[in-house]
Protein backbone atom coordinates (compact mmCIF):
# COMPACT_ATOMS: atom_id res chain seq x y z
CA UNK A 1 0.00 0.00 0.00
CA UNK A 2 1.40 3.47 -0.71
CA UNK A 3 -0.05 7.09 0.53
CA UNK A 4 -1.44 9.72 -2.26
CA UNK A 5 -1.04 13.12 -0.65
CA UNK A 6 -4.06 15.17 -2.05
CA UNK A 7 -3.33 19.31 -1.72
CA UNK A 8 -4.31 22.47 -2.73
CA UNK A 9 -5.06 26.40 -1.88
CA UNK A 10 -8.07 27.61 0.09
CA UNK A 11 -11.51 26.66 -1.48
CA UNK A 12 -9.90 25.18 -4.96
CA UNK A 13 -12.11 22.28 -4.60
CA UNK A 14 -10.03 19.56 -2.38
CA UNK A 15 -12.99 18.08 -0.76
CA UNK A 16 -14.75 17.78 -4.52
CA UNK A 17 -11.89 15.70 -5.72
CA UNK A 18 -11.62 13.76 -2.62
CA UNK A 19 -15.57 13.10 -2.61
CA UNK A 20 -15.03 11.89 -6.67
CA UNK A 21 -12.06 9.43 -5.27
CA UNK A 22 -14.23 8.34 -2.46
CA UNK A 23 -17.09 7.72 -4.70
CA UNK A 24 -14.26 5.38 -6.98
CA UNK A 25 -14.08 3.21 -3.59
CA UNK A 26 -10.48 4.28 -3.18
CA UNK A 27 -9.90 4.41 0.62
CA UNK A 28 -9.66 7.94 1.82
CA UNK A 29 -8.75 10.33 4.68
CA UNK A 30 -10.21 13.90 5.10
CA UNK A 31 -8.18 15.97 6.98
CA UNK A 32 -11.41 18.29 7.67
CA UNK A 33 -12.95 15.20 9.50
CA UNK A 34 -10.45 14.23 11.06
CA UNK A 35 -9.69 17.59 12.92
CA UNK A 36 -13.38 18.01 13.56
CA UNK A 37 -13.06 14.71 15.58
CA UNK A 38 -9.84 16.03 17.28
CA UNK A 39 -11.65 19.29 18.48
CA UNK A 40 -14.57 17.31 19.87
CA UNK A 41 -16.03 18.73 23.42
CA UNK A 42 -14.15 16.79 26.29
CA UNK A 43 -11.10 15.41 24.43
CA UNK A 44 -7.75 16.92 25.28
CA UNK A 45 -7.31 19.21 22.52
CA UNK A 46 -10.65 20.64 23.38
CA UNK A 47 -9.66 21.68 26.83
CA UNK A 48 -6.52 22.48 25.89
CA UNK A 49 -8.13 24.96 23.04
CA UNK A 50 -10.80 26.06 26.04
CA UNK A 51 -8.01 26.88 28.53
CA UNK A 52 -6.27 28.95 26.10
CA UNK A 53 -9.12 30.84 23.67
CA UNK A 54 -11.85 30.96 26.27
CA UNK A 55 -15.09 29.68 26.45
CA UNK A 56 -16.38 32.59 23.86
CA UNK A 57 -14.78 30.48 21.33
CA UNK A 58 -17.56 27.47 22.08
CA UNK A 59 -21.21 26.87 20.88
CA UNK A 60 -23.88 26.69 23.13
CA UNK A 61 -23.19 22.56 22.52
CA UNK A 62 -19.41 23.23 23.75
CA UNK A 63 -18.26 22.58 19.96
CA UNK A 64 -15.65 24.70 18.52
CA UNK A 65 -16.67 27.78 16.71
CA UNK A 66 -14.40 27.01 13.83
CA UNK A 67 -14.74 30.11 11.75
CA UNK A 68 -14.47 32.59 15.03
CA UNK A 69 -11.28 31.04 15.93
CA UNK A 70 -10.01 31.14 12.64
CA UNK A 71 -11.30 35.02 12.80
CA UNK A 72 -9.18 35.28 16.29
CA UNK A 73 -5.78 33.31 15.00
CA UNK A 74 -5.37 34.89 11.38
CA UNK A 75 -3.90 38.12 12.58
CA UNK A 76 -1.96 36.69 15.73
CA UNK A 77 0.60 34.86 14.76
CA UNK A 78 1.77 33.53 18.66
CA UNK A 79 -1.92 32.29 18.56
CA UNK A 80 -1.93 31.02 15.14
CA UNK A 81 1.28 28.87 16.67
CA UNK A 82 -0.83 27.79 19.64
CA UNK A 83 -3.24 26.21 17.70
CA UNK A 84 -1.40 24.17 15.92
CA UNK A 85 0.89 23.18 18.44
CA UNK A 86 -2.34 22.18 19.87
CA UNK A 87 -4.20 20.54 16.84
CA UNK A 88 -1.39 19.67 14.71
CA UNK A 89 0.49 16.23 16.13
CA UNK A 90 -2.54 14.60 17.01
CA UNK A 91 -4.44 15.76 13.48
CA UNK A 92 -1.25 13.75 12.62
CA UNK A 93 -0.97 10.79 14.60
CA UNK A 94 -5.13 10.18 14.07
CA UNK A 95 -4.72 10.19 10.44
CA UNK A 96 -1.72 8.04 10.50
CA UNK A 97 -3.46 5.69 12.33
CA UNK A 98 -6.21 5.38 9.84
CA UNK A 99 -3.41 4.86 7.01
CA UNK A 100 -2.16 1.43 8.98
CA UNK A 101 -5.81 0.61 9.51
CA UNK A 102 -6.34 0.73 5.87
CA UNK A 103 -3.11 -0.88 5.44
CA UNK A 104 -4.14 -4.09 7.56
CA UNK A 105 -7.88 -3.64 5.57
CA UNK A 106 -5.75 -4.74 2.22
CA UNK A 107 -5.98 -1.24 0.26
CA UNK A 108 -3.83 -0.89 -2.48
CA UNK A 109 -3.46 3.00 -1.65
CA UNK A 110 -5.01 5.60 0.08
CA UNK A 111 -5.77 9.24 -0.70
CA UNK A 112 -4.73 11.64 2.18
CA UNK A 113 -6.31 15.18 2.25
CA UNK A 114 -3.21 17.49 3.85
CA UNK A 115 -3.94 21.10 3.15
CA UNK A 116 -0.92 22.47 4.39
CA UNK A 117 1.11 19.64 3.18
CA UNK A 118 4.12 21.58 1.79
CA UNK A 119 3.76 24.44 4.40
CA UNK A 120 4.45 22.43 7.18
CA UNK A 121 6.41 19.68 5.26
CA UNK A 122 6.02 17.10 8.20
CA UNK A 123 4.17 13.81 6.16
CA UNK A 124 5.78 14.38 2.84
CA UNK A 125 7.63 11.46 3.98
CA UNK A 126 5.11 9.26 3.69
CA UNK A 127 3.99 10.31 0.58
CA UNK A 128 4.36 8.34 -2.66
CA UNK A 129 2.18 10.95 -5.21
CA UNK A 130 1.59 14.11 -4.39
CA UNK A 131 -1.68 15.83 -6.09
CA UNK A 132 -2.54 19.26 -6.24
CA UNK A 133 -5.96 21.01 -6.84
CA UNK A 134 -6.03 24.24 -8.46
CA UNK A 135 -8.37 26.87 -10.34
CA UNK A 136 -8.24 30.14 -11.79
CA UNK A 137 -7.47 33.22 -8.92
CA UNK A 138 -10.97 34.92 -9.40
CA UNK A 139 -12.56 31.62 -8.76
CA UNK A 140 -10.70 31.00 -5.36
CA UNK A 141 -11.65 34.43 -4.65
CA UNK A 142 -15.14 33.64 -5.06
CA UNK A 143 -15.33 30.64 -3.74
CA UNK A 144 -13.56 31.30 -0.31
CA UNK A 145 -15.86 34.63 0.16
CA UNK A 146 -18.82 33.28 -0.17
CA UNK A 147 -17.77 29.89 1.69
CA UNK A 148 -16.65 31.53 4.43
CA UNK A 149 -18.74 34.83 4.21
CA UNK A 150 -15.09 37.05 4.00
CA UNK A 151 -14.87 40.32 2.09
CA UNK A 152 -12.06 40.01 -0.74
CA UNK A 153 -9.56 42.00 1.15
CA UNK A 154 -9.56 39.54 4.08
CA UNK A 155 -10.38 36.88 1.31
CA UNK A 156 -6.92 38.14 -0.41
CA UNK A 157 -4.95 38.12 3.07
CA UNK A 158 -5.62 34.43 3.43
CA UNK A 159 -4.82 33.33 0.82
CA UNK A 160 -1.83 34.88 0.13
CA UNK A 161 -0.71 33.49 3.82
CA UNK A 162 -0.46 30.12 1.94
CA UNK A 163 2.39 28.82 0.03
CA UNK A 164 1.41 30.10 -4.00
CA UNK A 165 -0.15 27.51 -6.12
CA UNK A 166 2.17 27.65 -8.92
CA UNK A 167 5.11 26.44 -6.31
CA UNK A 168 3.04 23.64 -4.73
CA UNK A 169 2.43 22.53 -8.25
CA UNK A 170 5.85 22.00 -9.36
CA UNK A 171 6.37 19.78 -6.71
CA UNK A 172 3.54 17.95 -7.70
CA UNK A 173 3.17 14.63 -9.83
CA UNK A 174 -0.16 15.33 -10.68
CA UNK A 175 -2.60 18.67 -10.96
CA UNK A 176 -6.07 18.98 -10.89
CA UNK A 177 -7.65 21.94 -12.58
CA UNK A 178 -11.19 22.76 -10.80
CA UNK A 179 -11.70 25.95 -12.92
CA UNK A 180 -14.19 23.99 -15.13
CA UNK A 181 -17.16 22.29 -14.81
CA UNK A 182 -17.89 19.07 -12.43
CA UNK A 183 -17.46 16.46 -15.23
CA UNK A 184 -14.04 17.72 -16.32
CA UNK A 185 -12.88 17.54 -12.36
CA UNK A 186 -14.10 13.59 -12.62
CA UNK A 187 -12.44 13.22 -15.91
CA UNK A 188 -9.15 14.31 -14.55
CA UNK A 189 -9.54 12.41 -11.43
CA UNK A 190 -10.74 9.48 -13.05
CA UNK A 191 -7.36 9.40 -15.79
CA UNK A 192 -5.36 9.59 -12.14
CA UNK A 193 -7.14 6.99 -10.72
CA UNK A 194 -6.57 4.51 -13.57
CA UNK A 195 -2.69 5.63 -13.30
CA UNK A 196 -2.74 5.01 -9.30
CA UNK A 197 -3.99 1.37 -10.03
CA UNK A 198 -1.13 0.19 -12.45
CA UNK A 199 1.36 1.75 -9.86
CA UNK A 200 3.58 -1.21 -7.93
CA UNK A 201 5.38 0.76 -5.57
CA UNK A 202 4.28 -0.62 -2.52
CA UNK A 203 7.13 -1.41 -0.61
CA UNK A 204 7.82 1.86 0.76
CA UNK A 205 5.01 2.09 3.30
CA UNK A 206 5.38 -1.82 4.16
CA UNK A 207 8.64 -1.13 5.48
CA UNK A 208 7.14 2.25 7.66
CA UNK A 209 4.60 0.06 8.86
CA UNK A 210 7.55 -2.88 9.30
CA UNK A 211 9.95 -0.57 11.48
CA UNK A 212 7.34 1.18 13.83
CA UNK A 213 5.68 -1.76 14.74
CA UNK A 214 9.26 -3.58 15.39
CA UNK A 215 10.13 -0.26 17.30
CA UNK A 216 6.64 -0.92 19.47
CA UNK A 217 7.27 -4.64 19.84
CA UNK A 218 11.01 -4.33 21.24
CA UNK A 219 9.91 -1.24 23.46
CA UNK A 220 7.42 -3.44 25.07
CA UNK A 221 10.06 -6.06 25.09
CA UNK A 222 12.60 -4.22 27.20
CA UNK A 223 9.87 -2.97 29.59
CA UNK A 224 8.38 -6.76 30.28
CA UNK A 225 12.47 -7.77 30.45
CA UNK A 226 12.93 -4.56 33.08
CA UNK A 227 9.93 -5.74 35.09
CA UNK A 228 11.21 -9.39 35.30
CA UNK A 229 14.77 -8.14 36.20
CA UNK A 230 13.12 -5.78 39.07
CA UNK A 231 11.20 -8.82 40.61
CA UNK A 232 14.31 -11.01 40.71
Not at 96 to 112: E, L, N, P, T
Not at 177 to 192: K, L, P, R, W, Y
Not at 197 to 219: D, E, M, N, P, Q
Request: glycine residues 6%; aromatic residues 10%.
Amino acid sequence: MFIVGLTGGLATGKSTVLSIFRDNDIAVIDADEVARKVLEPGTKAWKELRQYFGEGLLYPDGKVNRLKLGEIVFDDIEKRRKLNAITHPRIQRAMMSMAIMYFFSGHKYIVMEVPLLFETGKMLTFMHKIITVVCEDHQQLERLCKRNDLSEVVAKKRISCQMPLEQKVARSHFVIDNSGDIASTVHQTECIIRLLRRSKFTWYFRVIILIGFLSIAFGAANIISNLFSNKT
